[in-house]
């Protein structure tokens, strides 16, 4: 069966998606750079390389628990040793091994200077003080030796890269206590309008409650970067007071609502009386045509806005594809969105526009199957309940069943 999500003429002047992706991603400056300790870097991105500045292991250790032997050639079952003491694991090792005698040694301990192979406890038979090999043992058997996984000067972890549970991990094992992370932009969210209802009560004089807020909160805190969040009335003084006030102190201005043509949509005037500098406006998308993205420039730091249109639908795609890549490219990282590939299960008709679809994704044999959901109308949201991606769907193209198609994109 055929789905379709309605028609919108065309109309000129539009930039693509992929044009206004590469202005987001190319035009901003980075927002400086900060030493954090390694323990509060959690998701940052590496400003600078991490070198290390020591051998791992520290020093040649036991893999087992078991003896630590001195012998000058593979050793055969039924040879014996003499058993001259013990090593744990943190211990401090002054002992030197002599041909034929062993140490007892446990997991990740220092291994005695001489010693040329590890027995594991599984293959020994302990006599008195003297220990027996019940199986053959070649040399240098259960050695972990100095520096065989890093080593002093070695490229840790590139400039750019996240940092992860387990990057913070790995580094903490190299000793690394402070890294040079990109600061987190200074972000306000600007919630326009008049008609945000905070009671049922208020429902009744045609106001409604408002998505937009709480799904923006939400995104940024699986982000883990803070905002600050604004509500504001369509009104150009009221907008032009704020704008005036949040261009110098915040990296990020991210609003919802106001950005089209209609007689309160003030964002788009207002920015631009304040002397934004706009760098496009209207994409040639559904939803979310009538975006803004502009830059204040001073003399020791800049300004940047992004208006998104106020439909929460609109607000959704926005945050997944743009705002994503803008927050990125503000801590250094110029990477566009990655699709990936998946079949589609039923027909869709074709639109003048470039659409991105709400659409539930799973794995069917290997192959990733989507099938797009009903009410996708740019004021609908409760799709959202069953939707796992959004999939780019290119204008003026009959989609068939079984198409595959190379613009899906899987929630974080």
């Given amino acids: 069966m055929s789905k379709s999500h309605g028609g919108c003429g065309a109309e000129t002047g539009l930039i693509s998606v992929d044009e206004a992706l590469a202005l987001i991603i190319n035009t901003p400056q980075t927002v400086g750079i900060q030493s954090l300790p390694l323990s509060e870097a959690l998701h940052r991105y590496l ?74 406890q599984e293959i020994v038979h302990v006599e008195a003080n003297r ?48 890294v040079m992370v990109y600061k987190h932009p200074k972000i306000a969210v600007v919630i326009t309008g008049d008609e945000v209802a905070e009671s049922v009560e208020d429902l009744k004089s045609g106001k409604i409650f408002d998505a937009n807020a709480p799904l923006i909160n939400a995104w940024f805190q699986t982000k883990h970067i803070p905002i600050e969040t604004f509500h504001v009335a369509d009104s150009e003084q009221t907008v032009t007071q704020l704008f005036d006030h949040l261009k110098d102190q915040y990296d990020l201005i991210l609003t919802t609502g106001g950005v089209s043509v209609g007689d309160y949509d003030f964002v788009r005037p207002v920015a631009l009386k304040l002397g934004f500098e706009q760098i496009f406006w209207k994409v040639k998308q559904k939803p979310g045509k009538p975006m803004f993205f502009a830059q204040h420039q001073q003399v020791d730091r800049t300004c940047y806005l992004l208006g998104l249109p106020g439909n929460p ?53 290997g192959i990733l199957q989507v099938n797009s959901l009903s009410k996708q ?13 959004l999939v780019r769907i290119p204008a003026h193209q009959n989609i068939q069943t079984g198409d595959v198609l190379q613009g899906c994109w899987i929630f974080d």
């Fill in 47 to 120: 400003a600078e390389p991490v070198y290390s500045q020591i051998d791992l292991p520290l020093f040649s250790q036991s893999a087992v628990d078991g003896y630590a032997i001195c012998s000058e050639t593979d050793i055969l079952a039924g040879s014996a040793f003499e058993l001259v003491g013990e090593i744990r694991a943190g211990e401090a090792v002054h002992h030197k091994l002599a041909i034929g005698q062993a140490m007892r040694i446990f997991t990740g301990a220092q291994i005695p200077e001489y010693t040329t192979t590890v027995a594991r």
């Fill in 131 to 178: 220990i027996r090999l019940t199986a053959d043992l070649p040399l240098h058997a259960d050695i972990r030796d100095i520096g065989e996984e890093i080593s002093i000067g070695q490229c840790l972890a590139e400039k750019g890269q996240q940092l992860s549970v387990g990057a913070i991990a790995a580094l903490s094992m190299a000793g690394i206590h402070d």
């Fill in 313 to 365: 639908a609109a607000v959704y795609v926005g945050m997944q594809i743009y705002v994503s890549t803008l927050i990125k490219a503000l801590q250094g990282q110029q990477t566009l969105v990655e699709w990936i590939s998946a079949v589609i299960q039923h027909d869709l008709k074709a639109d003048s526009r470039e659409r991105f679809l709400r659409m539930s994704a799973e794995f069917e044999q």
């Fill in 377 to 389: 109308q740019s004021h609908m949201l409760s799709n959202l309940m069953q939707a796992n991606c």
